[in-house]
């Protein structure tokens, strides 16, 4: 019997499924917590502080692998116990902190609060990994099923997640998967039996205490403490001066949403100055903490004329009787502009289901009826995904995601993928129009302006790309809040320019463009920042430079990132730009560091910390354990195997969730398709390739083969495979990514335990290690996966993770075999 198998049988595939589901679970569901209580990027904190935690994890048992190994039982089971009792204690203890995460570049003490934050976060998933990462030790023997095992769990703990966040509120979510994590510990102790009675009281106390905190943690009410600076903490401040009242909150996998009424909140969807009228009464629709879009608790188009004073209702004064396509709409107040301006037919578009039967039923007597008006079709769908299917067309196009007010100097939505705001997709919406057909955004504008550069790049590449002069389709005007974008499919002949400059002089818009328009004759009314002595804005500056026929310089030189985002790298928030920093530590003194796009600042300051971390945690068991480590004879291939395949496995796996998130219509489906596609399959995978008859550098070199031979082919004709399936219903596209992800997920599964089994046959020393080194791998990479995303595009980030796999494959010849 080899060592470590008097304790193991079934029920310890049972312990290591059951705690991968809390593992994967408990990370998804205080990422959704997170999202509520602060802002989305610290989701990406939640990711990466997990993995370091199974990284230290790795690095304790490379210490004291074989102090524990002696008493398996005992630690294994404390460490469980450990593990459970965590998950409610750090949560509730981390949401007592006063973390204020808008002074963390600010104040000391700040920055040390969201050290301690991380910190406590961190605290489950380190006694996670030791489960995991101790068994798989300890049954080295049988890594093939109990890593496939880990795999699978982990798979279903994706999808419990999913289940959960549609029951519960955020808040309540990483507490009531605590018990979950009592199944685990069960199965442990029955996996064990009687061979440990000199433990029994240890584990009578440890049980008996363990159920104890996993029924409390299902009946107590967490506290809610949000971000101070969210709306949703504003709202409820008001609500207790009795200044607002919750009118009622609902919460899924998308989103939690709130919605309040209040006299203080007014909206007017950018109403210049000459306004005759005040906007009428409106709710506040919250998601996810922030205002999401007013609602007008009105009951005919009457009494919403405040919206012929806007920008939006240029479009509507240059067409007849338009048949309208609101992608994105909210709280139905473009309906109500639609109405107003005679539109004949208004087609909105519409992501989220609750927010949709929300307005539908719950808010219908309170302005929600617009929605069942006849002349109004609402559709649930991704509004990206709507465009690629439908076959119907538009005179009006309007891009209701992309119409807010501009991206804050924080740059808190520098992380999110938005795949309705890239260059292809004004591409595929062109194709809808009518032949005089417009498409428009409206968005706020900042100082120096960025958001409506930025737009502009899009639609005059999309112009380009569609084979257009893109002078000849462009009009921008602009009062002093926000800038009206039109893109049209035929060129702007005489008679559309003289009705725009009329409608925008009706509107006291300043006009920043149509084609011909002569610089000098700017006059402003609405006067916003331009260059030195000029008589116009940036905006109109920048307009001009991007028509040049060398734009390449006005990017290079403007002083953020404005270049126009593409499916490829869908990310129109991002507005870092490295070669900028002289620019700000100049302009912003000793505060520059504050003006970053917080966001993206935040992504690179976590990838550096856990980049220094992983190195120095993956030399610590080396340097303490020097005397056992310098007889190892294969310490480099150990850790250029482990470290490419932890890499390569976490560049496909998020680049993957990406990419799918475009056919899927939605980010939390395409992470539980591909998460749960690339761990299950990944764990059959370990499971099966112990029953081929290769050796393991054998099945090393198959694996690499097939994974990078897969990943090519993904990146030839997946969009056009995907294009084929696009019409299908949701639940059939999630199985398409499911089946198409199989191959590669199950070859993804030989890579691990084939080093195991190679290190187990030479050099045995150096599992608990090589497991540190692989978690170490997964930390770093995590957030480097997102960089380089953003700044090189998801097709190179493949090509790098197909890197890693072909670097651990020639890695199979360096392994000195004999003990």
């Known amino acids: 019997m080899t060592q470590g198998n008097q304790f193991y049988n079934y029920w310890t595939v049972v312990s290591i499924f059951f705690i991968s589901i809390v593992v994967i679970g408990l990370q998804l569901v205080l990422m959704r917590s997170i999202s509520v209580s602060h802002y989305y990027h610290f989701t990406y904190m939640v990711i990466s502080t997990a993995l370091l935690g199974f990284g230290i994890s790795g690095t304790v048992l490379a210490l004291w692998f074989e102090r524990f190994r002696k008493n398996f039982p005992f630690w294994n089971l404390l460490f469980l116990f450990l593990f459970l009792t965590s998950i409610p204690l750090t949560y509730l203890t981390a949401q007592q902190l006063p973390l204020d995460t808008q002074y963390v570049l600010y104040s000391r003490h700040q920055l040390f609060l969201l050290i301690a934050y991380n910190f406590l976060m961190m605290i489950p998933f380190l006694f996670g990994g030791l489960v995991i990462s101790f068994m798989l030790a300890y049954f080295k023997k049988e890594v093939p099923v109990l890593y496939g095992a880990n795999l699978i769990g982990s798979g279903a703990g994706g999808i419990s997640a999913l289940g959960l966040m549609m029951l519960l509120p955020a808040q309540q979510l990483p507490l009531i998967i605590t018990p979950l994590s009592l199944l685990a510990l069960i199965a442990f102790l029955i996996s064990i039996g009687r061979k440990t009675s000199r433990y029994s009281i240890q584990a009578g106390i440890m049980t008996v205490l363990a159920v104890a905190v996993s029924i409390t943690a299902t009946v107590i009410t967490p506290p809610i403490n949000i971000d101070p600076y969210k709306d949703l903490s504003h709202f409820r ?3 207790l001066q009795g200044d607002a009242e919750s009118i009622l909150t609902r919460f899924g996998p998308r989103s939690q949403i709130d919605v309040f009424q209040s006299p203080t909140f007014h909206y007017t969807l950018f109403a210049g100055p000459h306004a005759i009228t005040m906007p009428p009464p409106q709710l506040a629709i919250l998601m996810d903490g922030q205002i999401a879009a007013p609602m007008f608790t009105i009951d005919d188009p009457s009494e919403a004329e405040i919206l012929d004073f806007t920008p939006q209702s240029l479009p509507y004064r240059l067409l007849d009787r338009p048949q309208v396509l609101l992608l994105g709409e909210t709280g139905g107040i473009n309906v109500w502009l639609a109405k107003r301006m005679g539109a004949k037919k208004v087609t909105v578009v519409q992501t989220n289901p609750q927010l949709i039967n929300l307005i539908h ?15 109004v079709e609402v559709i649930n769908m991704d509004p990206r995904l709507y465009i690629e299917q439908t076959a119907s067309s538009y005179d009006l196009i309007q891009f209701v995601t992309g119409e807010a007010i501009a991206s804050g100097s924080g740059g808190l939505q520098g992380l999110n993928e938005d795949y309705l705001l890239t260059t292809d997709a004004v591409i595929t919406a062109l194709d809808l129009l009518n032949e005089n057909g417009l498409i428009s955004i409206t968005r706020g504008i900042q100082s120096p302006p960025r958001d409506n550069i930025k737009l502009i790049s899009m639609f005059i590449d999309a112009a380009i ?37 009329e409608k925008s002089s009706d509107l006291q818009l300043d006009i920043e463009y149509y084609r011909g328009i002569a610089s000098e004759d700017i006059d402003q009314i609405n006067r916003i920042e331009g260059p030195d002595g000029a008589n116009y804005s940036y905006i109109h500056q920048a307009i001009l430079e991007l028509l040049s026929d060398d734009p390449g310089r006005f990017y290079d030189d403007w002083v953020y990132h404005v270049r126009s985002p593409t499916d490829n790298s869908p990310y129109f928030h991002d507005f870092f730009k490295w070669s900028s920093l002289e620019n700000f530590r100049e302009t912003y003194g000793e505060h520059w560091f504050q003006r970053l796009e917080l966001g993206y600042i935040v992504l690179v300051i976590t990838f550096l910390q856990l980049a220094i971390s992983a190195f120095l945690f993956v030399l610590l068991p080396i340097l303490i354990r020097f005397r ?20 390569g496995f976490m560049f496909l796996e998020i680049t993957f969730i990406q990419i799918f998130t475009r056919f899927l219509g939605d980010p939390i489906f395409s992470a539980a398709a591909v998460i749960c596609s690339i761990l299950i399959f990944s764990g059959f995978g370990s499971m099966y390739q112990q029953n081929l008859k290769y050796d393991s550098f054998k099945r090393i070199r198959i694996a690499v083969i097939v994974i990078c031979s897969i990943s090519l082919v993904y990146l030839l004709i997946l969009n056009p495979v995907l294009s084929l399936f696009i019409g299908l219903g949701t639940f059939w596209r999630f199985m398409v990514t499911v089946l198409l992800l199989l191959p590669v997920s199950f070859f993804l599964g030989w890579m691990f335990p084939s080093g195991i089994d190679i290190l187990d046959k030479n050099s045995d020393e150096l599992i608990p290690w090589a497991l540190a080194i692989d978690s170490f791998a997964s930390v770093s990479a995590a957030p480097l996966a997102i960089i380089l995303s953003m700044s090189f595009g998801f097709t190179n980030v493949i090509l790098l993770g197909m890197g890693c796999y072909i670097l651990a494959g020639l890695t199979s010849w360096l392994w000195v075999q004999g003990s």
Do not use: C, W
């Open 237 to 239: 401040q008001l609500e």
């Open 628 to 647: 056992l480590y310098s007889r190892s004879k294969n310490k480099l291939p150990t850790l250029i195997h482990f470290f490419m395949i932890g890499t």
């Open 465 to 501: 790309s569609s084979g257009k002069e893109a002078d000849q389709h462009l009009l921008v005007s602009r009062n002093y809040l926000a800038a009206n974008i039109l893109l049209s499919k035929s060129p702007v002949d005489l008679a559309l320019i003289s009705q725009f400059y």
């Open 361 to 375: 039923e719950d808010l219908a007597d309170l302005g929600g009826g617009i929605y069942s008006d006849d002349q």
